[in-house]
């Protein structure tokens, strides 16, 4: 409601053809941004500096992890979604057009090195960030295989494949949880390694953590639970 005193605005109408609206390099941000925040509230750029990331190695770890959740693709992939899709580069500031697939293979190397301090603080963080108490452990593995002979991956040995693929190179990953759902840790081994075998580095790297935390009762595979792993 305008008082009296002031003068009435004139209308300004327009017409629009909406046929005639074009897009051009048009950008997502919801996902990025949804992600970007919880990577924040995380603190898990101010790590990645403590590590020894410099300040164009923390965009590009940025983009490396976002990608993994946003678009969960090789490194070419993400990339090319990073290039022509994502508008990432805008919520952080950084120009992401200029850099190559080559950096982004690079900081990859990078965030593998650094893994046991990555997955230690980010389970650090969520414990406290969510009251988090270790009653209960979920340890499991699985495998998966390469197309092609994976000469130059020393891990790559063939074994059982779960996906029906022994005639493929395997590896291993095995994933530690806590009981909503968080990974405690992780490992990639051989792709002919007995499961069983892994469960006792398991429990000795687990032991290595806070003292204080309560001993968890164990869910795990009935592959794993053989009668030694049981005692």
Request: proline share 3%.
């Given at each position: 409601?305008?008082?009296?005193h002031?003068?009435?605005?004139?209308?300004?109408?327009?017409?629009?053809?909406?046929?005639?609206?074009e897009?051009?390099?048009?950008?997502?941000?919801?996902?990025?941004?949804?992600?970007?925040?919880?990577l924040?509230?995380?603190?898990?750029?101010?790590?990645?500096a403590?590590?020894?990331?410099?300040?164009?190695?923390?965009?590009?770890?940025?983009?490396?992890?976002?990608?993994?959740?946003?678009?969960?693709?090789?490194?070419?992939?993400?990339?090319?979604?990073?290039?022509?899709?994502?508008?990432?580069?805008?919520?952080?500031?950084?120009?992401?057009?200029?850099?190559?697939?080559?950096?982004?293979?690079?900081?990859?190397?990078?965030?593998?090195q650094?893994?046991?301090?990555?997955?230690?603080?980010?389970?650090?963080?969520?414990?406290?960030?969510?009251?988090?108490?270790?009653?209960?452990?979920?340890?499991?593995?699985?495998?998966?295989?390469?197309?092609?002979?994976?000469?130059?991956?020393?891990?790559?040995?063939?074994?059982?494949?779960?996906?029906?693929?022994?005639?493929?190179?395997?590896?291993?990953?095995?994933?530690?949880?806590?009981?909503?759902?968080?990974?405690?840790?992780?490992?990639?081994?051989?792709?002919?390694?007995?499961?069983?075998?892994?469960f006792?580095?398991?429990?000795?790297?687990?032991?290595?953590?806070?003292?204080?935390?309560?001993?968890?009762?164990?869910?795990m595979?009935?592959?794993?639970?053989?009668?030694?792993?049981?005692?």
């Amino acid at each position: 409601r305008q008082r009296d005193h002031q003068p009435k605005e004139e209308s300004d109408i327009r017409e629009v053809d909406v046929n005639s609206i074009e897009m051009s390099r048009h950008r997502s941000v919801g996902c990025e941004h949804l992600t970007l925040e919880a990577l924040r509230s995380l603190k898990l750029d101010k790590k990645l500096a403590e590590l020894g990331f410099s300040a164009p190695q923390v965009a590009l770890a940025i983009v490396s992890i976002i990608g993994s959740a946003c678009f969960p693709a090789s490194e070419l992939a993400t990339f090319e979604w990073l290039q022509e899709r994502s508008g990432l580069g805008e919520l952080i500031d950084f120009d992401y057009e200029n850099t190559s697939l080559y950096k982004l293979y690079k900081i990859s190397d990078k965030l593998i090195q650094k893994k046991k301090e990555i997955e230690e603080h980010l389970y650090e963080q969520e414990r406290s960030l969510f009251s988090l108490h270790e009653t209960i452990t979920l340890y499991d593995l699985t495998n998966t295989y390469f197309e092609g002979r994976a000469l130059s991956n020393p891990l790559a040995k063939e074994g059982h494949s779960k996906e029906k693929r022994s005639d493929c190179p395997l590896v291993t990953l095995e994933l530690v949880l806590d009981s909503i759902g968080f990974p405690k840790r992780s490992q990639i081994y051989e792709g002919s390694i007995s499961e069983p075998k892994t469960f006792s580095e398991m429990i000795m790297t687990m032991q290595k953590g806070d003292a204080n935390i309560i001993k968890p009762s164990i869910i795990m595979d009935a592959g794993i639970a053989t009668e030694e792993n049981i005692k």
